[in-house]
């Protein structure tokens, strides 16, 4: 887990993204889903036992890999695996969201 496909590759220019705080590069093109996993994260939420959850299908059906994407002044709950990424784009785990679905933040 997380490496990219670099050989006989050509790719754009790197863009930035902000997923908890953290700055991580991208690639234009890719998911969220595909950023965060090349950059070591595995884990996007949290379930309502705390158990780590990531993720599973990577094509939209299992809704494992929900996060928060921010749309100007609120955030918005997106599949990651169906998001493509943005330059500037902020994005937060959703561990931080309680059962009732109230920011913990």
Request: hydrophobic share 35%; aromatic share 6%; net charge positive.
């Amino acid at each position: 887990m997380g490496s990219r496909v670099t050989l006989h590759t050509r790719r754009p220019e790197p863009i930035d993204f902000t997923f908890d705080g953290a700055t991580l590069p991208a690639y234009p093109g890719e998911t969220l889903a595909a950023a965060l996993i090349a950059n070591n994260i595995s884990g996007f939420r949290r379930d309502l036992h705390g158990r780590l959850r990531g993720p599973y299908c990577n094509m939209g059906t299992c809704f494992e890999c929900m996060l928060e994407v921010r749309t100007g002044d609120s955030w918005r709950a997106v599949r990651a695996c169906l998001t493509p990424v943005a330059a500037g784009m902020t994005a937060r785990s959703r561990s931080s969201i309680d059962a009732a679905g109230r920011s913990r933040r």
